[in-house]
């Protein structure tokens, strides 16, 4: 499966949006009922205005209906293993624990495998919300 996600994510990093980092990043998310959604970053001359590929996938996978999911991959330009940034953790903990994969696009490193629970332990949830007001 994992050989599947990488080349779905590594087709979703040739679309990659990145003209002012240059680091074009491929996401595949594979939902509980077996469907691949993919992401690819996309950056804007304003800065913060960016999106990473895995929160585009989720967002996306969204979007199609899907809420549950299983596994995310994510692959970058290097030779290195890339993991989701903090904000994407978030976003991804938002519909509960999945494992995440880090992958690189050779092939030649085997991927680490890391549940989203061990990336972002207590994030932030539904239940902190009711300790505001
Ligand atoms: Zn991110």
Known sequence: MDEELL?????????????YSGFAVGAALLTADGQIITGCNVE??????????????VYRAVAQGHRQFVRILVVGPGPALISPCGG????????????VV????????????VPLHDLLPMAFDRKDLSHGV
């Open 7 to 19: 080349t779905a994510a590594l087709e979703a990093q040739q679309n990659a949006y990145a003209p």
């Open 44 to 57: 804007n001359a304003s800065y913060p205005l960016a999106c990473c590929a895995e929160r585009n996938a």
């Open 88 to 99: 994407c953790r978030q976003v991804l903990a938002e519909f509960g624990d999945l494992d």
């Open 102 to 113: 880090m992958a690189e696009r050779t092939g030649t490193q085997e991927p680490k495998v």
